[in-house]
């Protein structure tokens, strides 16, 4: 099947620094991206759909000036959070669908998981 | 948009016996359904999927029933092994292409020895 790649798997950071998490589709393309955060025993949320050459879309009460996300490319999106705080820590993933006519089937990255100090 | 309930939350089920997850869904456009399976500190790995023009699939001790009329999925999982302990979610969508998933809560399966 298809590989999606993300780094960093997991990140230990300060308060008020930011971090990226970069979402890579190895081996097709991928014009929309999608960004899901977990939090312990909870279920996947979308925080926000990346367009590639255009804004992303983000889902209602995340702010978009903190969760700050680029899809330059057809195999690339990154995710910046800014300005990071605690209750920013959480398991975030990052998700692609190969471009065209398919399965349908939504391809995951490995996870990063986030530890807010 | 689409909303989709998952019940249980929990389930301990003895080895060897079957365990059975539901699902509903409120978007009648719906026409995807996936389940996944994720193991702590892992990322979800698709098991099984269905698309709106079959009722069943089976793939092995798994299978998937949909039920279109009444817009809810059910996963099957027969002869359970410790192994399958994790916690599964169902989902659904639309329109292919820029439509993400929309995960159900999940359920916490433990398959007890």
């Known amino acids: 099947g298809a590989v999606v790649s993300q780094h960093p798997s997991w990140v230990i950071c300060k308060s008020g620094t930011s971090v990226k998490i970069e979402c890579r589709s190895l081996?097709?393309?991928?014009?929309?991206m999608f960004w899901y955060r977990q939090f312990p025993k909870q279920s996947l949320m979308l925080m926000a759909t990346?367009?590639?050459?255009?804004?992303?879309?983000?889902e209602q009460g995340v702010e978009k000036d903190k969760f700050l996300i680029n899809h330059a490319s057809l195999t690339l999106s990154t995710l910046t959070v800014t300005s990071a705080h605690p209750e920013d820590s959480s398991f975030y993933i990052c998700?692609?669908?190969?471009?065209?006519?398919?399965?349908?089937?939504?391809?995951f990255g490995e996870g990063s998981r986030l530890t807010v100090l | 948009g689409e909303n989709v309930e998952q019940h249980p939350s929990t389930l301990s089920v003895q080895e060897g016996d079957s365990a059975v997850i539901k699902c509903t869904y409120s978007?009648?456009?719906?026409?995807?359904f996936p389940w996944y399976k994720q193991e702590l500190g892992k990322r979800p790995q698709l098991i099984i999927d269905?698309?709106?023009?079959?009722g069943e699939k089976k793939d092995q001790r798994i299978a998937v029933t949909l039920n279109k009329t009444a817009k809810h999925f059910s996963l099957h999982i027969t002869e359970t092994q410790p192994e399958d302990s994790a916690v599964y979610f169902c989902?659904?969508?639309?329109?292919?292409?820029?439509?993400?998933?929309?995960f159900g809560k999940g359920t916490r399966l433990s398959v007890i020895a």
């Open positions: 998700s692609a669908r190969p471009s065209g006519v398919g399965t349908g089937e939504l391809f």
């Open positions: 081996d097709f393309q991928a014009t929309t």
């Open positions: 990346s367009n590639e050459g255009s804004k992303a879309t983000y």
């Open positions: 978007d009648s456009a719906s026409n995807y």
């Open positions: 269905i698309r709106s023009n079959v």
């Open positions: 989902a659904a969508v639309g329109r292919l292409g820029n439509t993400p998933l929309v």
